[in-house]
Every structure is written in structure tokens, then in C-alpha cells.
């Protein structure tokens, strides 16, 4: 059996997150796996992949920070808010701001951030997925959703672009977000370029190419231990019997400074068996994993 674990691939951009997690099922040889926060065939970057009893865990990494780099390009805009759309071209002049202008303009973004998803996006709207509207040519107005910007810089500046990097809460569609940059720059915008930098503490740093995947996990390239997916979490260890009453169904007694929340719950081996909710004193079992 193929070791629980997390895989943070680095996508390249033109292939679908399904195409690459198949790709990487294939090779691995498993049938259980998924993805931590899609990403779109156009952009590349960081895909967190879990593989067996780490599904069990993926949301906990679902909520965490996403970071991304992105190249705007400045004067044209599409039905997409990319290249791959209808495009129109702005009549109106390039803007020419200075640098520090610019840093304000994007500094207006930070912390809460209400945006609206985009009609090409997998929102569903009256049961259907927005995309089915969009490419029928159908807008339909669909509440704003509140996100976070946790910071947004200005990386680069070249003639008709912008590179900027972003760091945001689950939820943040960036095409949305380049549209609003553009409107308080007074020009249309859109995505040139996507790429996921890093989600939670994992950075670019921590990644995978696909080419480089074998046929079995590696610890020392891409693939990291579950624990790491929960490191935030608070844990307990418990003792053999408790395990087996846990995995009995049954609640057992447990003394501990954490109270009324979610803890991570490990054996005698320190290894992660599962999820529980501890209140005075009882510990309740939520989620438990088969140990490899």
C-alpha cells in the first residue's frame, strides 16, 4: 500500500488539476487521491495532492493562505479575465503612475475584500455551474462573497504590465481581483499569467516537478508526512486501549488544557490516527485514519 501523504506538485500550466492528478495516480500506482484547491489548465503552480488517509485531513489545508504571482496586463480585458476569451481593447492611454503611486492603489486592497465570482468560474447559481450560463452568453448576478488580503505587492513594472504578488484567503479568484485593479487604474485589465507560489507555510521551495515523480514516494522531493497538513492543530497522544475503544466508536476520558475545540489525536507511536473533539475531559472520535 502506497504510504499516506501529502504531494505538492508543481503544475505546469496548459494541463487541467484533474489531468495532473490522474497523471499522478498513474504513476504512483494508487486510487486514492485528490486535490487541495484547484488550480485553472492556464495556471501553474503549487497543487497540493493527498494521497490515501490524508483525504481525511485535506480540509484543513483547504482554509489556508494561497499565494500567487501574477503578471497583469494593462489596456484590454475578456468575458474570461484572461487571454483564452473574447478580448477588447481599451481606447483609453496606458496609465503612468509612478511606482510608489501604484503601491497605494494596491495597498486599497488589503484585508477584507468583497468580490463578486466571475461567470466563468465552477459557482453554482439556481443549480447550474456559472460557466454553463457564460457560454451560453448568459450574466447572471450572482452576491458578492467576502475574502481576505492578507498583502499585495508590486514586483515588477514593464511597458503595458504589471507584476504583482498576492497573498489571499481560500475563495479569492485572482482574475476578479486583476479586473478591480484595474477599474481604480482606470483601465481594463486582465490575467496574463497565474502561478501558485505557496498555500499555508509551504512555499515554492517545497515543490515537485511531475517528470521528476517515480514510481514510489519520496520523503526527500515533494512529498511530505501528513502531520504536516495539521501542524497548527492542537494534538494529543493517547494510550493502545484508548485507541481501541476510539476505533470501538466509544467515547474515552482524557485529561488535557485543551477544551471545547478540535484536536488531532495520536497513538502511543506519536503517529496521527485521527480527528476528535475533546470537551471536559471527553474526547470524541470525528475522523479516524488507517495507519499504513
Known sequence: MTKSSLLLLDKPKGISSNYALSQIKRKLNIKKAGIVGVLDPLASGMLPIVINEATKLSRFMENSKKNYRVKIKLGVKSNTGDNEGKLTYDKRKL??????????????????YAQKP????????????LYQYARKGLEIERPT??????FIELI????????IEVSCSKGTYIRTLVEDIGSLLNIYTLTDNLRRIGVGEFTE??????????????????FYDISEMVSDIPSIEISDNDETLLRQGLQISFKS???????????????I????YIRNSIISPKRLLKID
Do not use: W
Open 156 to 163: 515588477d513594472i514593464n511597458v503595458g504590465f504589471l507584476d
Open 118 to 129: 466571475p461567470m466563468f468560474s465552477s459557482v453554482k447559481i439556481h443549480g447550474k455551474k
Open 205 to 222: 521551495d517545497d515543490m515537485v516537478q511531475i517528470n521528476d515523480i517515480g514510481p514510489e514516494i519520496n520523503f526527500n522531493k515533494g
Open 95 to 112: 496609465p503612468s503612475f509612478s511606482i510608489q503611486e501604484y503601491k497605494t492603489i494596491l495597498k486599497k486592497f488589503h484585508g477584507d
Open 145 to 150: 462573497r467576502q475574502t481576505y488580503i492578507y
Open 273 to 276: 490516527i485521527g480527528v476528535g
Open 257 to 271: 488544557s485543551v477544551d471545547s475545540e478540535e484536536v488531532i489525536i495520536r497513538n502511543s507511536a506519536a503517529k
